[in-house]
């Protein structure tokens, strides 16, 4: 891999993406989430880790082998809008996680001394988890340069998330009631005071 300045966003994000994985294992390890329970997610977990596979890994190949849908080198300086966003992706992931903590889950579920957990950063949204993701999911595809990747993105990653949101949200109304119901009257899903 031959990386010239205009490609620092790459290596950035290179350096991100394995910044990320090792975060997520950590705190996988560390035993932060939840033991295993009856899913009520249905397909959405699979579209979700599938358009983020997708998205990522055509990124970046497209970047540092194939260059089917980067863009110009005179317009790699856009390629720096993805560095904030993957920076922001991973410290509201952990930030999310650390809050949640033991009551974390890769999946729509719940367990036996589940509790809603409102303080921290869900204090201000419902799905900071969510937030980071989509950070990442289209910071990565930007610091990478590629086109095609974006595409993906927007086209697969965003409209996979929220789905999986409004199965999420109806799971836990069902599960936590008017305690939930509260909750998102005063709170907002991905963005604070936005939506």
């Not at 080198?73 to 903590?101: D, E, F, H, K, N």
């Not at 033991?102 to 969510?130: C, D, M, N």
């Given at each position: 891999?031959?990386?010239?300045?205009?490609?620092?966003?790459?290596?950035?994000?290179?350096?991100?993406?394995?910044?990320?994985?090792?975060?997520?294992?950590?705190?996988?390890v560390l035993g932060l989430r939840q033991s295993k329970a009856r899913e009520r997610e249905g397909p959405?977990?699979?579209?979700?880790?599938?358009?983020?596979?997708?998205?990522?890994?055509?990124?970046?190949?497209?970047?540092?082998?194939?260059?089917?849908?980067?863009?110009?080198?005179?317009?790699?300086?856009?390629?720096?809008?993805g560095v904030p966003l993957v920076v922001a992706g991973i410290a509201v992931r952990i930030v999310s996680?650390?809050?949640?903590?033991?009551?974390?889950?890769?999946?729509?579920?719940?367990?036996?001394?589940?509790?809603?957990?409102?303080?921290?950063?869900?204090?201000?949204?419902?799905?900071?988890?969510?937030?980071?993701?989509?950070?990442?999911?289209?910071?990565?595809?930007?610091?990478?340069?590629?086109?095609?990747?974006?595409?993906?993105?927007?086209?697969?990653?965003?409209?996979?998330?929220?789905?999986?949101?409004?199965?999420?949200?109806?799971?836990?109304?069902?599960?936590?009631?008017?305690?939930?119901?509260?909750?998102?009257?005063?709170?907002?899903?991905?963005?604070?005071?936005?939506w």
């Amino acid at each position: 891999m031959n990386l010239d300045a205009s490609q620092t966003p790459v290596l950035i994000g290179i350096v991100a993406l394995v910044v990320f994985g090792l975060t997520e294992r950590l705190l996988h390890v560390l035993g932060l989430r939840q033991s295993k329970a009856r899913e009520r997610e249905g397909p959405t977990f699979y579209l979700c880790v599938l358009s983020w596979q997708g998205t990522v890994m055509f990124s970046l190949i497209d970047a540092v082998a194939l260059h089917w849908t980067t863009i110009a080198p005179g317009l790699s300086s856009v390629s720096y809008a993805g560095v904030p966003l993957v920076v922001a992706g991973i410290a509201v992931r952990i930030v999310s996680r650390l809050t949640l903590g033991k009551h974390f889950s890769g999946h729509v579920q719940t367990t036996e001394g589940h509790k809603l957990v409102t303080s921290g950063i869900y204090g201000w949204i419902r799905h900071p988890a969510y937030t980071g993701y989509l950070c990442l999911l289209i910071g990565f595809p930007l610091c990478f340069g590629s086109i095609g990747g974006f595409g993906c993105a927007t086209a697969l990653g965003v409209p996979a998330i929220m789905y999986r949101i409004r199965i999420e949200e109806a799971a836990l109304e069902q599960w936590f009631g008017e305690e939930y119901e509260r909750y998102t009257r005063r709170t907002r899903r991905l963005i604070p005071f936005v939506w």
